[in-house]
C-alpha cells in the first residue's frame, strides 16, 4: 500500500491493475493476521469508481476473497450481487472465491 500512495505522490498513474494488486495485498495481510485487512481492501475498492477506474472481474474478485478470507461472507455476497447487476462478467473465479467465503464465514 506504501507503493500506492508513493505512486500517487510522484504522479505516476494508478490503475484498475495497481488497485486491484493492492486490494490483494490487503487480502493477505500480515502472514500471522487471519484474513488481512478487508476493510482496508473495501476502501480501495469502493475508490475505484470515483477515479473512473474500470471494476473489472479480477477487482471484484480480489475484493471478494478478501472479505472472504475474514469472515465476511455477507459483504462478499453483496459484492458478487453487485457484480451480477453490472455489466463485469461473473465467472467461475468469482463463484469459487464466494463459495470459499461462505466456508469461511
Known sequence: LQLLKMMEQRSVE?????????ISACEKGDKWEKG????????????MAPRKLELDTI????AISACGRSGEWVKAAQ?????????VE??????TAMISACEKG
Open 14 to 22: 494508478r490503475n484498475t491493475v495497481t488497485f486491484s494488486a493492492a
Open 36 to 47: 488481512g485487512n478487508w476493510m482496508q481492501a473495501l476502501q480501495l475498492f469502493n475508490d
Open 59 to 62: 477487482a471484484f474478485n480480489a
Open 79 to 87: 459484492l458478487l450481487g453487485a457484480m451480477t447487476q453490472s455489466t
Open 90 to 95: 461473473v465467472t467461475t473465479m468469482n463463484f
